[in-house]
């Protein structure tokens, strides 16, 4: 008969330990598993890629619900064990659940801290930690745009880019000078700090919190020096504590965390713990990589073979917040008895710095470049002696006149348990194992057969090192990765194939290029019919089911599922007749809020779906497209109508370019704008297309970006006529219509393709009218979208909401 082996807690530690229990001695026990949330496991590091927007809950899920089912694992989630026999072997849950048991791992993780302040249980005052979290920051970022994070470590500026992403002002206060001062050194701590607070984090260093002010609600934090901060929302990152209530209240040894040895046993027979809970020789460890070391211990020990117990681990950290990549790993502050190697280069953001102890590496750090954070780690924790090559080790062979160890020597003093990929806790030896007898020889192979580089992507070079020490470096195949995972087909070869072969449908291209999922999926199937627009504009008819759901119903939907009415004002011009009619359908409609967008126009919040069709005909105005992959907006100052400064006229220009190029679909969404003068009030410089007068003519500006990936633009050329501007804005469009990637914004394109490649293409006068041509084919297709919805019966019964529809179901 089966053994019972029953795990409290369904966190990234314990089911771990399960997983490799499964590969060892897949009919050794039958497994009962313990959850107090209602969800999956799943991958608590990406909560903050969740927050960002960057992913959903499902990218983060590591094992669904399906795993457990053909695992044959019976789970128990939304249940929280309260009490364990220990003479009984018996488990016992607040939902009335009794569970017998002959081995018990205790994986209940840790809680987050929260600061004992006067106020800490006022509304609005959360932590960071699990979903329900994320859950409250994303509703609370509706109705509120002042938030405050105390804790500038790792967690805390994770948190403060999510809620800066959730369109929140952000404080992060911090007790220290210096931010995740465990982690960096102050140098790397500075440039980390500048890069934040250039994407709009603000910061609050050397402050200590007195208390959480307000009333019911939250409504500021005030210090001990005496000063206060306004708040509608406060997130407590300060740290974690061993989740121990079970243990101690059943009688098990406890101090900070869970006590065990080095085979994860406490002092209760079969009694396990792994994972933040447990405290092995006075330690307990926050980070996943040696949460996965333990559980991989005991995996072997509960299988019955014979293993090494578990002597502890050394730690390393990194951080990818909006492009800053950050390591840290080791011992990296200076001491007495180091020495360390250092590369600082302010103008490039890169920073590195290792640590030396008899002629040992103990420490690194590195900003801006981490590409090297796998091979350093490596190096820390086999102890290898670099005497005489530590500049090699930083700087590479060429600084030393020697020859570094390569990756793959690095991999081949590994131990088989050695974690590679600490997101998902996986092994050298299971990757080695993956190859040898599963047949993978390529990165995506690996990533598909074991999750290996499939969360944050750290640790690519050291899998790749994996692959080629085993197979070496003729059997490791490169596979290109395609527009998506239905081909290896990238951009460029699609595009061609659509053009040479004349392929004028999505299906026809799955099916001519042999698409291994016939149907496509979420991404190939909008860029397929995106490219597809571009190529044949007249034969390809739009494939609106491809769209996303913006795009389909032409209107932003909103987090409740109401949508927003955003009507066109060429160049943010308006008249009193049309801000009336705005007003007076506001009304009508009961729309609870209207706002004065960035983009110089009038947004209409809230809008029932069911309602747009008969708002958009008492408008009697254009799409202003704030929802689509297209032109948005063209933003302009007063210019020579009004302005004295003005040296052209900056709001006829900008009502030009917008009529011309309204309705256009392009890879990404392009902003456009005109400034009268060298003073650029219209901020044209940070718009994918700026146009800035001078005498005597314009400055044509292009691959700018105001937002999260905030980028100055570059001088395309000078003009000196409005018909000039026009027939380079066309050209240019155009050429990006053709070249860049679907979702790529111009400013993410002209880093890929070059600005000299751009003039190159542009320069001739017989090529920029070879451009304009086909934009104006495109441009003589397009269709005010709003007004054809109104004119058909067909597409305007769409809007007429189903039964059954429900938020949810609307954002589907």
Same mark, same amino acid.
């Given at each position: 008969?089966? @053994? *019972?082996?029953?795990?409290? /807690?369904? %966190?990234?530690? !314990? ?5 490799? +229990? #499964?590969? $060892? ?119 509120? @745009? *002042?938030?405050?994070?105390? /804790?500038? %470590?790792?967690? !805390? ?5 999510? +809620? #800066?992403? $959730? ?127 333990? %559980? ?8 019955? +073979? ?507």
């Amino acid at each position: 008969m089966k @053994k *019972k082996l029953v795990l409290v /807690g369904n %966190g990234m530690a !314990g089911v771990s330990c399960v997983e490799q +229990l #499964l590969k $060892l001695a897949p009919n050794r026990y039958e497994i009962t598993i313990f959850g107090k949330e209602p969800h999956p496991n799943y991958n608590r590091i990406l909560l903050s890629s969740v927050l960002a927007g960057d992913a959903d809950m499902k990218e983060i899920v590591i094992n669904d619900w399906s795993w457990y089912e053909e695992n044959h694992i019976t789970l128990h989630t939304g249940h929280t064990v309260s009490h364990i026999d220990k003479e009984r072997k018996l488990v016992s849950t607040d939902g009335g659940i009794s569970v017998p048991y002959d081995e018990l791992i205790i994986a209940t993780g840790s809680l987050p801290f929260m600061l004992p302040l006067p106020g800490a249980d006022k509304e609005g005052v959360i932590a960071f930690r699990d979903i329900k979290d994320c859950e409250t920051m994303i509703e609370t970022s509706r109705k509120y @745009k *002042k938030a405050i994070v105390i /804790g500038g %470590g790792l967690l !805390g500026l994770e948190a403060a880019r999510g +809620l #800066l992403n $959730l369109n929140m002002e952000v404080s992060v206060v911090h007790i220290h000078p210096f931010l995740m001062e465990r982690q960096l050194d102050q140098p790397a701590s500075i440039m980390l700090r500048r890069e934040l607070e250039g994407q709009g984090m603000k910061f609050l260093l050397s402050k200590n919190t007195e208390s959480i002010i307000g009333k019911k609600r939250v409504t500021g934090v005030r210090f001990t020096d005496g000063s206060e901060e306004a708040a509608d929302l406060v997130v407590m990152a300060v740290g974690i504590r061993p989740n121990i209530s079970l243990a101690k209240s059943s009688g098990i040894e406890t101090n900070r965390g869970i006590v065990i040895n080095d085979y994860m046993e406490t002092d209760a027979p079969h009694v396990y713990s792994v994972g933040e809970c447990a405290e092995h020789r006075g330690i307990a460890y926050g980070l996943v990589a040696p949460l996965y070391e333990q %559980g991989a211990v005991l995996a072997k020990r509960l299988a019955g +073979l014979d293993t090494q117990g578990y002597e502890g681990s050394v730690v390393s950290t990194k951080l990818k917040v909006s492009g800053v990549q950050v390591f840290s790993a080791g011992q990296f502050k200076d001491e007495a008895d180091t020495r360390a190697v250092r590369l600082q280069d302010e103008l490039e953001g890169v920073y590195k710095k290792i640590v030396l102890r008899e002629g040992k590496v103990i420490g690194a750090v590195l900003f801006g470049d981490t590409a090297d954070g796998s091979r350093l780690f490596a190096m820390i924790r086999s102890g290898e002696d670099v005497t005489g090559k530590e500049k090699e080790v930083l700087l590479g062979a060429s600084a030393g006149g020697g020859s570094a160890k390569s990756g793959v020597e690095l991999v081949a003093a590994m131990s088989e348990d050695e974690i590679v990929c600490g997101c998902n806790g996986v092994s050298k030896g299971a990757i080695v194992q993956a190859i040898q007898d599963k047949g993978c020889s390529s990165l995506s192979e690996i990533k598909a057969c074991t999750k290996a580089s499939g969360s944050c992507g750290g640790c690519k070079p050291l899998v790749e090192d994996v692959l080629t020490y085993v197979l070496g470096a003729d059997g490791v195949k490169t596979v290109k990765e395609g527009i998506c995972g239905c081909t290896t087909l990238g951009r460029d070869e699609v595009v061609e194939a659509i053009m040479s072969m004349h392929l004028t449908t999505s299906k026809e291209v799955m099916n001519v290029l042999e698409w291994s999922n016939p149907e496509g999926c979420s991404k190939c199937r909008p860029a397929l019919n995106y490219y597809l627009g571009m190529a044949w504009p007249e034969e390809h008819e739009d494939e609106k089911e491809s769209r996303f759901v913006n795009e389909r119903n032409h209107a932003n939907i909103q987090k409740d599922g109401t949508y927003s009415v955003v009507p066109r004002m060429y160049g943010g011009v308006t008249t009193p007749k049309d801000l009336i009619k705005i007003a007076q359908i506001a009304e009508k409609y009961e729309v609870p809020l209207v706002k004065v967008t960035g983009g110089q126009r009038i947004d209409l919040l809230g809008v029932k779906k069911a309602d747009l069709p008969a708002m958009w005909a008492e408008l009697d105005m254009p799409s202003g497209y704030a929802y689509g992959k297209s032109l948005r907006t063209v933003k302009t100052c007063v210019g020579s109508t009004f302005c004295r400064f003005g040296t052209q006229d900056a709001i006829g220009m900008g009502i030009k370019l917008e009529k011309k190029f309204e309705r256009l679909y392009t890879p990404a969404k392009v902003k456009m704008a005109v400034s009268g003068c060298p003073r650029n009030c219209a901020e044209a410089t940070i718009k994918d297309f700026g146009v800035v007068a001078i005498d005597g003519g314009w400055e044509l500006h292009v691959g700018g970006n105001g937002g999260t990936k905030l980028r100055g633009s570059d001088l395309l050329c000078k003009v000196k006529t409005e018909e000039e501007v026009i027939e380079w804005a066309g050209a240019y469009l155009q050429y990006y219509r053709e070249t860049g990637k679907y979702n790529e914004r111009t400013s993410e394109w002209l880093e890929r393709v070059g600005l000299d490649t751009i003039k190159a293409a542009l320069d001739k006068q017989e090529d920029r009218f070879a451009l304009v041509e086909r934009i104006e084919k495109t441009l003589s297709l397009m269709k005010d979208p709003w007004k054809e919805i109104i004119e058909q019966k067909r597409l305007n019964e769409t809007f007429v909401p189903l039964a059954s529809e429900t938020p949810v179901s609307l954002l589907k």
